[in-house]
């Protein structure tokens, strides 16, 4: 093998490790965390302090994701004990992203809200944001509260 070509190969290589570290580091710093409890059909995602409007985006596209494979319809999404520094405009828009993957209406979103007043404010708006375009959601501020809502049928 000539030089040149062991040289270009080992750049390409070290290119690709660089990569590969940018791309842990944006999973492995992100302000949320994702479980799917196969046991009862819930996706619950639990949101940080600082979770970015883009954040929760992309912590939406994975429920889908992870919903599309496990035909799963319940979504837990707990914000009690982050502080919210999401834009209203943005949570505004967030149900055009369920309208845009399919989610189905008959789909259950429970909030578990955080007690400070903006928490509240943030949650009790992305339920009514939510409602008002069809989807079943309802905010709640103990956590046995909304898993028996979401399991009820």
């Known amino acids: 093998m000539s030089s040149g070509l ?4 080992i750049c390409a290589a070290f290119q690709s490790l660089i990569q590969l570290k940018s791309a842990l580091q944006v999973i492995f710093a992100m302000n949320y965390y994702q479980e799917i409890r196969l046991d009862d059909g819930i996706i619950e995602t639990t949101l940080k302090d600082g979770v970015s409007a883009q954040e929760l985006r992309m912590s939406i596209e994975q429920a889908f994701q992870s919903s599309m494979r496990g035909s799963i319809n319940r979504y837990l999404v707990d914000a009690s004990s982050a502080i919210s520094v999401i834009p209203l405009l943005s949570i505004y828009r967030l149900p055009q992203l369920f309208s845009s993957k399919g989610l189905s209406r008959s789909s259950r979103i429970a909030v578990l809200s ?5 928490g509240k404010d943030r949650a009790r ?7 008002n375009r069809g989807w079943q959601a309802e905010m709640f501020f103990h956590r046995d509260e909304a898993v028996d809502w979401l399991l009820a049928e």
């Open 114 to 118: 955080s007690m400070s007043e903006r």
């Open 6 to 9: 062991y040289v270009s190969r």
């Open 125 to 131: 708006f992305f339920v009514n944001v939510c409602s």
